[in-house]
């Protein structure tokens, strides 16, 4: 790039997607090449120094990769990165930086919305509401409860900040096991988890999608769940075997679902986890707060200026562990 | 009474309600008869040192009061009295305790959850889910937003405590206005009431009923708050001017409200709110939490072994201003 010239962003977002609000504001320092399809994105990549990625499900990085001559950094607007990580991606030098932070309290508050949901009986109530019919009932209280939360990254630790806020006792599983982790009671290893999973009341899947999470929540995590229990996930969907929790709420091994994330996305119409009464579902917007586009693309912006200026990017992604490890600056 | 006789409990439950759990515990040390009819009641009252009401909306003990010979003390388990406290019954000199702190926490869940089905819209996300349809929505956060809790009692106070534990802003309105209370950021004077209600996402009715609080939330209230605030009502429903408060939903002078407490209970099949989508409504249920007749019991006999030692009884009322007041034992 000759000095003076302004630098090409390539823009991937879905095809229904506009620019997202306030890149405009990079106008003048540099070109943006909005593009929403395959052929626009391997046009674009060739010119591009700089990738930015809306649209977290996309596989046309992938296919256009080969054609990226000057590409100097890669900025994904999602927290979840694990269509990004192809192998080619994987091995090149290329900076992966991702959304690490701006998702997570509205997470945490939606994480703590659907353990009251189920606590409260708060579905029983819409219901009886609908029939007009006055039914008093006991509901449980959620202090003194024992949650676990998978993954003790920047999501995971917002939502054991905010559940232990409310009363519940807080306990992690992360990679690295630690007993002094100023959030969590306990951090177990991951090797620890069907050892630790009886003991909750609330399992809640905060972790990324890598080769060690993929599947994780198989028939045999659901046994060795308490019948009671629920499990939340916020994380992403394959890191649960759906088939096999969608056995486990039908025969009554674990007792109830809320879900923001699927193995398919839409989930399709025709998917029995739609009209389970134990099971909640939203549409991946647990994080989706009003304003969340502006913020993610103020912090695309600080990167932005960041990487101008030549100063090391924040929430680079360690692209053998998927995630933003904790010592990276951010 | 004469040394070494039993007491006699006279116990007042609703028509279909047996006896409490835990009341057998006392079998050794007093004789309880269960009441459910007026005509029981004043049988019973004539020979009774201690009158037991968990029917809160009762009338029978104003008409069984003229018959109460031996009465030395009543108890409610219930933290409403508003129903017990007739004029003679207020000029009397015999004490009336209530079930202060037994339905705080639990109370302050459901607060918590309401405001938290509010904020993640998470009645649409469920009518979305019987019509298995996928639809991505944004929806607000609730740290920084601000709650002004009507009542500074120990409910309020444990409502205030897990707000802020959320993220929101806490300030109350109480009859002793003060700056320095460690569970509000600022405790206004009731006349202060009209000046801060603009100033509310979330308006929280904690108060007791009384001569004070009857009809606080009128047309003029809602006219205060902001359009886009709720109303959460877990103190007693005629705190409320229903009729003004459907029409303020009605025409959008507040944007929705979650109601526990009616001025008629059983809320009837026929009112207007069961089916105002902005109204969420629960069956006078918020504070009842698994196992709390139990917890009921186990205050009620705590405060007869006081009594039976002659000790000073814990959760004393004062009738005057229908509530426990901070000072009293408790």
């Known amino acids: 790039m000759a000095d003076g010239e302004r630098p090409v962003i390539a823009l991937l977002t879905a095809p229904d997607e506009g620019p997202p609000p306030g890149l405009e504001q990079l106008e003048d320092r540099a070109e943006v090449r909005h593009t929403t399809t395959r052929e626009e994105l391997t046009d674009a990549i060739a010119d591009a120094q700089i990738l930015l990625v809306t649209d977290f499900r996309t596989r ?3 296919d256009a990769w080969p054609h990226a001559r000057k590409l100097q950094w890669v900025h994904a607007t999602s927290a979840g990165v694990d269509a990004l990580i192809f ?3 994987a091995r090149s030098s290329i900076p992966l930086t991702n959304a690490r932070g701006i998702f997570d309290r509205a997470i945490a508050e939606t994480v703590l919305g659907m353990v009251l949901l189920f606590a409260k009986d708060m579905r029983t109530t819409l219901t009886l509401q609908e029939r007009r019919e006055w039914r008093h009932r006991e509901t449980e209280r959620i202090q003194g409860k024992r949650a676990l939360v998978v993954g003790a990254g920047s999501i995971g630790r917002q939502i054991a900040r905010l559940l232990d806020g409310a009363g519940l006792w ?5 990679s690295r096991p630690r007993s002094d982790d100023a959030d969590f009671g306990t951090v177990y290893g991951t090797a620890d988890l069907h050892e630790q999973l009886p003991r909750a009341d609330y ?3 905060a972790a990324p999608l890598t080769d060690a999470t993929r599947g994780l929540f198989d028939r045999s995590a659901f046994q060795a769940m308490d019948p009671g229990a629920r499990l ?5 969907g394959p890191i649960v075997v759906t088939e096999e929790l969608v056995a486990a709420l039908h025969d009554g091994t674990i007792a109830g679902a809320a879900l923001d994330v699927f193995e398919e996305e ?3 119409p025709a998917h029995p986890l739609w009209d389970m009464p134990n099971v909640f579902l939203s549409h991946h917007m647990a994080g989706d707060f009003i304003g969340w586009r502006e913020a993610l693309i103020h912090q695309f912006i600080d990167n932005f200026e960041r990487w101008s200026s030549g100063s090391s ?3 680079v992604v360690d692209k053998q562990r998927g995630y933003v490890p904790p010592e990276n600056p951010a």
Do not use: C, K, S
């Open 266 to 268: 839409p989930l399709p």
């Open 203 to 205: 399992v809640i899947i």
């Open 313 to 315: 990017l924040r929430n």
């Open 170 to 174: 807080v306990d992690g599983v992360a």
């Open 87 to 89: 192998p080619e991606m």
């Open 232 to 236: 939340i996930n916020i994380g992403r």
């Open 60 to 62: 046309f990085v992938r």
